[in-house]
């Protein structure tokens, strides 16, 4: 079995042409145009927009990354160290593209000519699988076998954060409207919240093994999340409440998701060879790819505004329109009978025609002619209506666009004609109904035959996630992420599982945790260091199975000293088990206080 196969990573808003909406949709009718890729193996996976206007795709089995223009015309660079497995690609503040190469463990740092530079992970074998631009200017990835999350400066230098459970195999990353790193933990069925500064939270899934995956920000605010074993989306809020919604069609494995133009989510499904849409009430309909067993995997929004996906079986990329997206509506001139509207409208590359609805109720019952217009820009057209033949009084009027793909329905908007009097809101009885919703579009025959089975393909990374979930013999810190110190002491809580039939027996150590090492012999150090060189403290324990155990580590010099001229010190706390002679260790970030 090759090195590419024993180490393959997880399967696992508007852009420049971006107006700010709010809006409604008409049941849609997407066209779907398949792009081929070759050389390097094909077999595409993660995908993001470049700086340069451009898609930019990793080729896991071709250890590659690749760029594809709107057109569909591509080209292929190949990552500087074979059996890469580059899996996850994402643009950075700096305007480079970063890319997760779990094959050997490494961060890559590409420009948009296809110069790249790696830079090795501090935890040697950690698996990086996912990766976003951080909160920070820093750019956030998962480390799926060391049960960490990292990040890494545009200069490359290396940061990691210990997880609260170190079998959380974490999957999925992005950045939250609250400023938190948000991690999907699929080997703990849960979602975590970590701050910059490594504090961490975790939010429980409600269906168990749902195997929660990539997540993304929905225009609602919360984090979405697809559920590969569950079937389903779930949405978490900043606060930790989680909301699932089982799909249409059951035994889908959503794979990735993104937040589209349109205000509704898309994602991938792998077992349904479909790309999907929910909105953000939970209302889903699913859109089947032309090509049999395409097995799409990235997803993203493309600098034309429409969604592009990998095919990693059919080694190619594949475009899924999207409807009109409608920018406020701008009222101006406001007269007796009169007033004209301005609003920006973005038509995805697709032709597109657009007039304002209007009237005294929101029923509206009149209306301009259509403007019609057609352009390959992904910048919004901005265009004005001069409404005429107004009634005196409160008038209603809201923009409405169409394209194949779609209509879009701009927010309703009222104002009072000029000299006349206001009058009443119509009641929600008046408001109109949404259009009858049409099928969604039917798959073509297949045009090409699929090039690879990657559900036969083996995924240590996944199957290591599922072997560190059998149950467990190690003990784990407990308790809360802020511990305070008294009397130079530290109180921690350990747990023994049930599993543990003979109890646990071993050692706690704490060691400061030191800042980013800035030369490549100081990252060496502070590896084999375990991350930090100082240490806090140590003491033996013993648990019985099933149980929880205190202990109180004493706080060295260092610590103390460290302490007394700060509020907070941050901390590493290792636990290690000895079970059958061989040693286990978990890890866990805390931070001291004074007490």
């Not at 990693?312 to 999207?322: C, Q």
């Not at 408001?431 to 073509?444: H, K």
Request: neutral net charge; contains cysteine; proline residues 10%.
């Amino acid at each position: 079995m090759t090195r590419a196969r024993r180490v393959l990573a997880g399967v696992a808003a508007l852009l420049a042409c971006a107006v700010p909406a709010t809006t409604a949709h008409a049941a849609l009718t997407p066209s779907v145009a398949e792009h081929a890729v070759s050389g390097l193996g094909g077999n595409p996976f993660g995908v993001t927009t470049g700086p340069d206007g451009a898609l930019w795709f990793t080729q896991w089995l071709g250890n590659g990354l690749g760029r594809m223009t709107t057109a569909g015309a591509a080209t292929t660079y190949a990552t500087p160290a074979g059996s890469s497995i580059p899996w996850a690609v994402t643009t950075g503040a700096d305007g480079n593209l970063w890319v997760a190469e779990p094959g050997t463990s490494v961060i890559a740092r590409v420009t948009p000519t296809g110069t790249a530079v790696e830079f090795p992970v501090p935890t040697g074998s950690s698996a990086p699988n996912a990766i976003t631009p951080g909160p920070d200017g820093d750019v956030w990835f998962t480390e799926t076998n060391a049960g960490q999350i990292g990040h890494v400066s545009p200069a490359g230098l290396m940061t990691e954060i210990a997880l609260p459970s170190p079998d959380s195999g974490p999957s999925g990353i992005a950045t939250g409207p609250d400023g938190n790193l948000w991690v999907t933990e699929p080997g703990t069925n849960a979602i975590a919240r970590v701050t910059p500064a490594g504090v961490a939270d975790e939010f429980p899934v409600p269906t168990s093994d749902a195997y929660p995956l990539a997540i993304t920000v929905g225009s609602d605010g919360n984090l979405w999340f697809v559920e590969r074993n569950a079937g389903a989306i779930g949405r978490i809020t900043t606060a930790g409440v989680v909301t699932e919604f089982p799909l249409p069609t059951a035994g889908t494995q959503p794979l990735s998701i993104v937040a589209g133009p349109d205000g509704a989510l898309w994602f991938s499904e792998l077992a349904a060879n479909a790309i999907g849409r929910i909105t953000t009430d939970g209302a889903a309909e699913e859109y089947p790819l032309p090509s049999t067993n395409a097995q799409p995997g990235g997803i993203a929004v493309g600098p034309d505004g429409n969604i592009w996906a990998t095919e990693t079986a059919h080694g190619g990329l594949a475009r899924i329109t999207t409807p009109p997206t409608i920018g406020p509506a701008m009222l101006s001139s406001i007269g007796r009978t009169s007033v004209n509207v301005s609003a920006a409208v973005a038509a995805h590359a697709q032709g597109t025609r657009a007039h304002v609805e209007f009237g005294p109720t929101v029923t509206y019952g009149s209306s301009t002619t259509d403007q019609a217009f057609s352009t390959g820009s992904p910048a919004p057209v901005g265009l004005t209506w001069s409404v005429t033949g107004l009634r005196a009084g409160t008038v209603h009027l809201r923009v409405v666009a169409t394209n194949a793909t779609g209509t879009t329905y701009g927010p309703d908007q009222s104002f009072t004609t000029d000299g006349a009097e206001a009058t009443p809101d119509p009641s929600p009885a008046d408001e109109p109904e949404e259009p009858a919703a049409t099928p969604p579009l039917a798959a073509p025959p297949a045009a090409f035959a699929p090039l690879v089975d990657l559900a036969m393909v083996p995924n240590p990374v996944l199957d290591a996630v599922a072997a560190k979930r059998r149950p467990s013999t190690a003990a784990t810190l407990l308790g809360p992420s802020t511990v305070r110190v008294t009397n130079g002491h530290v109180p921690l809580t350990l747990g023994c599982p049930e599993a543990a039939t003979g109890g646990c027996t071993g050692s706690v150590a704490m060691r400061t945790v030191a800042p980013p090492p800035k030369s490549k012999q100081a990252r060496a150090r502070a590896a084999r260091c375990a991350r930090g060189c100082r240490p806090l403290g140590k003491v033996k324990f013993q648990a019985k199975a099933g149980k929880q155990r205190r202990v109180s580590v004493k706080l060295s010099a260092v610590g103390r000293g460290k302490l007394a001229h700060s509020s907070s010190l941050k901390a590493l706390v290792t636990v290690t088990t000895v079970v059958a002679g061989k040693s286990t260790t978990s890890r866990r970030t805390i931070r001291l206080t004074h007490g």
